[in-house]
């Protein structure tokens, strides 16, 4: 008990004593659980505040009532549901305990904003939509002006009218896709916010929303039911149930609401707080690594008095136990802090996404029990996991060490440690020879790639003294003395240096490795058009997300009536079963296709494919057992099957699709009409430029699509990949900022140590400066070996993932590295280890001389 | 109390009516309390005294390693309250060396970087044939290549008086040079530090407390209580330790070798 409380006291006054050694370590651990804690906090209130809004959109409609017909292809959110007939509404209307129905029309309309360019459509979708009269039973709730009355009048929320500078009384276009010219008459809100997310709404009216947005009249997406007085939901779905022709289903208005809600939080807020988690995750990995070896040093720098202690008659459990209580009280104290900073970030977050136009939904934050206990659970282990080992150490001082000199650790690498080592990398390189070549898979490579990392980080120190000799090399020459003293202060202590440097290795690790996937993701698809489109110019609509209303399916022959243009195909999208299974159909002009695309080898042929044939891609040809000759049974959204021949089997389907469809064969079963791009080739003679020219001319009477050349549509998903890498980079920004904490750590820590030879070195002629310069190249030094292994691992591990995912999917995935930016990200990692030697430089050059040399 | 003043024989260093006061009010101690003392070029000169007398604190303001709060300290003609961090550290490195008590040199270094660590610094060649014949003189020439850790502490001694004459320094300081040495590794290093004297004419000023090593000076000076209270040419560790026992009751107390 007293022995307890001994260590305690040990603890709190050696905190006390050395504030500034654990400086390091509490920020380390603050900024990890603050990225934490506001993750789940933020998490928590977004789920919050999406529940709440779409509680109060959907709070008017009682039931909803649909067809059971949905085809749902993996990967995307909803599926494609079969319309029901609009003449419905009556019976419903009729049916007791209804108070009122309406059909609800939902489609895809791109607005364009005042500046002439389309608001929103990169990712989130653009609904449009009849403007429901009855106020109950429309989610969106007029906020300014009236509702449309007549034909080319809507309503639209008032985000979408922020976003893209309108106000009632513009007029501008809607793309359905074909233009259709209106005027603003109301501004609305969704769920008492500006919107559904960046989801932009257009609300027209009914008469407007079956031409344009239906195949035919008379169909809606689905009618919303809204009960009499003294009707509960589920009476009334059991009530409209009797009553529904078949393959009609009603639901209760709840359940409606919570599949909405799902889809918000399954694709859109899981993935957001998935990434943030992973990245918070990285973050504590690099703090771990930092404060493991400020612990590591703060334990060697006190043998003598941990030693002094044991003489004095201190158990080995009182030593160990008051580093592991001060590791303790570190860890509590910062992660209470750091919960605080999360908790702030979370506001913060809270009140500047709105200033960037994202609606971040109202209301209180929402900090649930798991949002405070994980993060600061996660914290006081990392400082207490960080700490063991050294806590160990501490408890084995021998008391004679008391009277030996303090001697800093600086063994190299033991052979114990070069032999794990090794084995390590070859189980990794040995998993991922599996992964890549052998049996390509996802599972065994990253198994490789954990290994890997983990085999850098027990080879460091080996590495350490090569690598600080070969980078530091220049130095002497350089900068003469001071340059020499410098790279050998960085070799002095290699499990030191490695350490420092492990944590800086990580974050640049990570770095390197989704600049290298970003930029194979890149020269993949400069590839794919390079060896797939044989077309001189493309179409496009957004690639990205569900965003966008397509092309307009009269753009593609009237680009094909150009007297330049010789072939012009449009690609239109399409979904049905095939043999039982949801699957994405490019629906078009075969035999028009392959002339414009390079589909490789084709096996049968493309031309006759009628209305009962496919064309399927050669490796879903495998996976399904089909082969030219034999038949698919195709289920479509309105429940019809219809048997179909294969007629041809084709190689590359990275532009075409898996499967290949005649228009006359998807005609009957078409929603919402629209191409997602259309190819273009030119007759012989035709310059790309004039051919650009006389088809952007063309397409300017169908909303002015981009047309782009072949290297500008193989440049057009590089808009995307970046803006993805700029959002790694950021958040990878703080795994940087804390290894660099940890480079100053270290060196301000090694100056206390080396006080004395500071002293000397100043007394006998060193500059301010020349120790300043010192300073700043030894830990330049350790940010440079840290940045060159964290290249070397992330440009391999990014090759690993390119090859992973080539072998997982069947299109041919390129590898590249980027010169230029892997460049950047090496002066980056550099730079930053001069600034991180900035302060501990300072700081050493205002030592006293003579109260150096005199120093303990 | 009283200075000699010799003249025709130029000063190498020399402070007038230094004072050096740490501390105000109660605390007040006058570490300096009005000496002027002049240190001959080409002579070794001792500084000795009890605890307290100040005399470490007078050698580190004759080296410009601490300010004086009155008077003036110089090397050769240059007053060092004249001279702003930087130049007093180029002072240091080009016209002074030094030999402190224990750790003299970095581990980091070799012997030979040691031993050229302030002309290095300074970013020059340095005297070559001097660097040579310094080495031969210390005796350390199959230990150039090694590391201080990897010498015995009389070894460790003699590199940095290499180092401290390498540059052709106008003075040396020595604190203390023999206090962590055995007698026999003492004498070797005060006998180097003689002999390269004599041999070179170089100047050394070194402060001690053990007779035996004032006797290997040219000159002792005296000071007590912060003044400067006597000199003795051609000292004796005899004539010294009996002028000590005149300060003080118990002369054993300051006067013994630790």
Not at chain 1, 381 to 388: E, F, K, P
């Amino acid at each position: 008990m007293t022995g307890a409380r001994a260590s305690v006291r040990l603890s709190v006054s050696s905190l006390r004593a050395h504030k500034r050694r654990f400086a390091g370590t509490f920020t380390a651990v603050l900024l990890g659980v603050s990225f934490l804690a506001g993750t789940l906090v933020m998490g928590d209130t977004l789920r919050a505040g999406f529940d709440t809004m779409f509680a109060n959109a959907a709070g008017g409609t009682d039931a909803v009532v649909r067809s059971t017909n949905v085809v749902t292809v993996s990967g995307e959110g909803q599926g494609t549901r079969q319309p029901v007939s609009t003449t419905l509404v009556k019976t419903i209307e009729q049916t007791p305990g209804v108070a009122a129905a309406a059909p609800d029309i939902q489609g895809a309309g791109q607005l364009i904003g005042a500046d002439g360019k389309p608001i929103g459509g990169q990712g989130p979708p653009t609904v449009a939509g009849n403007w429901i009269q009855d106020p109950k039973l429309n989610p969106y709730k007029l906020a300014e002006g009236r509702a449309p009355s007549r034909s080319g009048e809507v309503v639209i929320n008032r985000g979408t009218a922020d976003r893209g500078g309108l106000k009632i009384g513009d007029t501008t276009v809607l793309r359905t896709p074909d233009p259709v010219r209106v005027t603003v008459v109301g501004l609305a809100t969704f769920g008492g916010e500006d919107g559904m997310g960046q989801a932009t709404y257009t609300g027209m009216t009914q008469a407007d929303a079956e031409k344009y947005l239906t195949p035919k009249p008379g169909e809606a997406s689905s009618i919303q039911v809204r009960a009499g007085p003294g009707t509960s939901q589920q009476e009334l779905v059991d009530a409209l149930t009797p009553v529904l022709p078949a393959d009609t289903e009603a639901i209760t208005g709840q359940a409606s609401a919570a599949e909405n809600q799902s889809m918000i939080s399954g694709a859109f807020l899981s993935l957001f707080t998935t990434l943030l988690l992973v990245f918070s995750g990285i973050v504590l990995l690099v703090a771990t690594f930092s404060i493991h070896n400020t612990f590591a040093i703060v334990v060697a720098q006190r043998t003598r008095e941990n030693a002094l202690l044991r003489a004095l008659g201190a158990s080995r459990r009182q030593v160990l136990g008051s580093t592991l209580v001060e590791a303790t009280a570190v860890g509590v104290l910062a992660s209470a802090a750091g919960l605080a900073g999360g908790i702030g970030i979370a506001a913060g977050l809270q009140a500047l996404f709105p200033a960037v136009g994202f609606p971040f939904p109202d209301g209180a934050l929402v900090i649930s029990g798991i949002s405070l206990l994980l993060p600061l659970a996660v914290g006081v282990l990392v400082c207490l996991g960080s700490a063991l080992l050294p806590a160990v150490h501490a408890g084995r001082t021998a008391p004679l060490a008391a009277l030996r000199e303090t001697a800093v650790d600086d063994s190299a690498a033991s052979r114990t440690r070069a032999v794990t080592g090794v084995l390590l990398l070859l189980a990794a390189l040995g998993a991922i020879l599996i992964g890549v070549l052998a049996h390509p898979s996802v599972w065994p490579s990253a198994a490789g790639a954990i290994l890997a990392l983990a085999a850098f980080v027990v080879l460091g120190p080996a590495a350490s003294t090569y690598a600080v000799r070969i980078l530091g090399a220049p130095l002497d020459r350089l900068r003469g003395v001071t340059g020499a003293l410098a790279r050998r202060n960085a070799l002095r202590s290699p499990k030191r240096t490695a350490a420092t440097a492990t944590a800086l290795m990580i974050g640049v690790a990570v770095v390197s490795l989704f600049t290298v996937f970003g930029a194979s993701l890149k020269a993949t698809m400069n590839q794919t058009v390079d060896r797939s489109f044989a077309g001189d110019v493309a179409i496009s609509a957004p690639v990205f997300g569900a965003g966008g209303s397509g092309l307009s399916p009269a753009l593609a022959p009237a680009v094909g009536r150009l007297p330049e243009v010789s072939t012009a195909v449009g690609l239109g999208k399409g979904v049905a079963e095939v043999n039982g299974a949801g699957r994405a159909l490019t629906v078009t002009d075969p035999a028009a296709l392959a002339r414009v695309f390079d589909l490789g080898p084709v096996s049968g042929s493309m031309n006759a494919l009628g209305p009962n044939g496919i064309a399927v891609s050669g490796a879903e040809a495998a996976e399904r057992g089909l082969h030219t000759g034999s038949t698919a049974r195709l289920t479509f959204t309105d429940g019809k099957q219809q048997t179909f021949t294969v007629r041809a089997v084709y190689d590359r389907s990275e532009l075409a699709g898996t499967y290949v469809i005649t228009r006359q064969a998807w005609a009957p079963h078409r929603a919402q009409d629209s191409d997602r791009l259309i190819a273009v080739s030119f007759k012989d003679g035709v310059s790309t430029a004039d051919g650009k020219a006389a088809v952007e001319k063309t397409a300017a009477a169908y909303g002015s699509p981009d047309v782009q050349t072949r290297g500008e549509y193989a440049r057009s998903s590089a808009g995307s990949i970046d803006m993805m890498l700029t959002l790694v980079y950021a958040l990878l920004a703080l795994a940087v900022l804390i290894a660099l904490l940890g480079i100053a750590n270290t060196l301000t820590l090694a100056i206390h140590e080396r006080t004395r030879e500071l002293g000397l070195l100043r007394a006998v002629g060193q500059t301010r400066s020349q120790l300043r310069t010192m300073v700043r190249w030894e830990s330049v030094l350790v940010a440079a070996f840290g940045t060159a292994g964290g290249l070397l691992l992330g440009g391999f591990l990014g090759w690993v993932l390119v090859k992973a995912s080539e072998g997982a999917g069947d299109t041919p995935f390129a590898f590249a590295l980027p010169p230029t930016r892997l460049l950047v990200v090496a002066l980056v990692g550099i730079t930053a280890g001069a600034l991180a030697g900035w302060r501990p430089a300072r700081r050493a050059a205002r030592l006293d001389v003579l109260r150096a040399i005199a120093a303990d | 109390m009283t200075t000699t003043i010799r003249t025709g024989v130029v000063a190498a260093a020399r402070v007038v009516d230094a004072v050096k006061v740490y501390g105000t009010g109660d605390t007040e101690v006058r570490a300096l309390d009005g000496v002027s003392v002049d240190f001959p070029a080409g002579r070794f000169t001792a500084i000795m005294g009890p605890s307290g007398s100040g005399k470490s604190t007078l050698m580190h303001c004759a080296a410009g390693l601490d300010t004086l709060t009155s008077g003036s300290a110089l090397i050769g003609d240059t007053n060092l309250s004249a001279l702003d961090d930087r130049r007093l550290t180029l002072l240091r490195r080009q016209r002074i060396g030094f030999v402190f008590q224990a750790f003299n040199l970095i581990p980091t270094l070799t012997v030979a970087e040691n031993i050229t660590l302030p002309i290095d610094l300074a970013g020059e060649r340095g005297d070559r044939e001097w660097i040579d014949a310094l080495i031969d003189t210390v005796g350390l020439r199959d230990r150039l290549h090694h590391r201080p850790s990897e010498l015995s502490g009389g070894q460790q001694q003699r590199v940095a008086v290499a180092r401290a004459f390498a540059g052709n320094p106008d003075v040396v300081f020595a604190d203390e040079p023999t206090g962590n040495l055995d007698s026999r590794a003492g004498q070797e290093v005060l006998r180097l530090l003689g002999r390269t004297v004599r041999r070179t004419s170089r100047t050394v000023v070194m402060v001690t407390h053990d007779p035996v090593a004032a006797a290997h000076a040219d000159e002792v000076v005296f000071l007590a209580d912060g003044r400067l209270v006597d000199r003795m040419p051609d000292p004796t560790a005899e004539r010294v330790l009996d002028r000590l026992k005149a300060f003080d009751p118990s002369p054993g107390a300051t006067a013994v070798t630790p």
